[in-house]
């Protein structure tokens, strides 16, 4: 069996472009889910706000075949994942982002051996704005000068009006008014290390529970800006396109070709013993994970499916194919 260290986790373009599938085409190759027997219990998941809805759509969709399984999901961000696991609170843990390797050596201080994630969407970090905002994109050195007070990225000043990046007549002088995650969250720690440059963030940014509570604050202020999976998205706010490096601005629905600079894997991390069996009940979790039923439920949560090929990797690292 394979340990996390040996899959690949770093979110580039090219892990990108090679493991989506576009979200309205969900790969053939991979099976429709089938029940088996001998499947029951309760199962707990805790931890990102991020997948709340997806892990709730899982749950949900596997219900249907196992009606007497019960399934508790709490979400308060991606940092409460690794320390349930370690103490045996929950069978999932769910993350937005990879563990730190301070998470994997307590966990297997614990344990002996790491704790494997199942790569089950991908997500697409939307830069938000009010619905009425006239600008359509913004590279993410101005990004990170409007979030950070770094401004790693390279900018010669910090962005605070939408003038500075092209707005006109009444918007000009519009102040920008930032929303963002609070630190528990893998979408704060991906924000800052891909549109940050690892940098700081600005003190002026208002930090949210919850993504939907981000995409509530942007919604109810015209000046407002700010980041959350893309799946949380209302008619009231609108994502930016990104500019790349080639220069031409991405939507967030290019992340499947990897050109969208801000997308990632989303994670559910599990303990598995390498020398033991999974049980039923996981096992049978994640074949319905990385079905066609599975990967029908990331789309309706407005995420992006991952391919058989993906599926296959990670079913063979929890011994299951």
Known sequence: MRTSSSLSLAVSAMALSVGMANAQNI????????????????????????????????SEG????????????????????????????????????????????????????EPIPMRGAIDAIGVFVHRD???????????DAIFSSTRAGGADEAITTWGQV?????????QIATYGRNSASGTYGYFREVALFGGDYSPEVREQPGSSTVIQGVAADLG????????????DVRALDIRGDDGNCYTTDDA?????????????????????????????FVRYVYSQ????????????PVTARIADLDLEAFGLK
Do not use: H, K
């Open 224 to 235: 407002g800006i700010g980041y959350s999976g893309v799946g949380y998205a209302t008619a």
């Open 27 to 58: 790969d053939p190759n991979l099976p429709t889910y089938e029940a088996v027997s001998g499947v029951s219990g309760n199962l707990t998941s805790i931890g990102s706000d991020t997948l709340n809805n997806l892990m709730t759509l899982w």
């Open 62 to 113: 596997f219900r249907t075949f196992y009606p007497n399984v019960a399934v508790q999901i709490q979400g308060a961000g991606s940092g409460t994942a690794p320390p349930a696991l370690v103490e045996g609170t929950a069978q999932f843990g769910p993350m937005s982002r990879p563990m730190r390797g301070s998470e994997i050596e307590e966990f297997e201080a614990r344990f002996g051996y």
């Open 256 to 284: 499947p070709e990897g050109t969208y600079p801000i997308a990632r894997f989303l994670y559910v991390y599990m303990n598995v013993d390498p020398n033991a069996e999974m049980e039923p009940l996981r096992a049978e």
């Open 166 to 174: 092209g707005a006109e007549g009444e918007w000009a002088d519009r």
């Open 133 to 143: 905002n006239p600008v359509t994109c913004l590279s993410l050195q101005e990004v």
């Open 293 to 304: 039923e599975g990967q029908s439920d990331v789309v309706r949560a407005g995420f992006f």
